[in-house]
Nanobody, 118 residues
Framework: QVQLVESGGGLVQPGGSLRLSCATSSGIFSISTMGWYRQAPGKQRELVASIFTGGRTNYADSVKGRFTISRDNAQNTVYLQMNSLKPEDTAVYYC????????????WGQGTQVTVSS
């Protein structure tokens, strides 16, 4: 059973920073595009950022210049560094792994709450 273990959420004031981490097994990590999604109350889940196995990254327009996704291939871990946080960044953040080889399965973490409030 594939597990994605997230950590790093919490409460932060506007303008503050948080770093999310997501660890998984090496067998999945090395063959997957890794991503972070978020879902705010009453809204659909949306892609925040993704990073391909080769290191290329992709960001939602709303977080460009503030968030940075990275992957540590030795630790089988993906990170999301979030700076200059805004109240509208408040959501449950989910880690995602999407295999790039067949079968094209995808896996989700349990979610971690990020709340930006004064």
């Amino acid at each position: 059973q594939v597990q994605l273990v997230e950590s790093g959420g919490g409460l932060v004031q506007p303008g503050g920073s948080l770093r999310l981490s997501c660890a998984t097994s090496s067998g999945i990590f090395s063959i997957s595009t890794m991503g972070w999604y978020r879902q705010a109350p009453g809204k659909q889940r949306e892609l925040v950022a993704s990073i391909f196995t080769g290191g290329r990254t992709n960001y939602a327009d709303s977080v460009k210049g503030r968030f940075t996704i990275s992957r540590d291939n030795a630790q089988n871990t993906v990170y999301l560094q979030m700076n200059s946080l805004k109240p509208e960044d408040t959501a449950v953040y989910y880690c995602n792994a999407r295999r790039i080889v067949l079968p094209r399965n995808e896996y989700w973490g349990q979610g971690t709450q990020v709340t930006v409030s004064s």
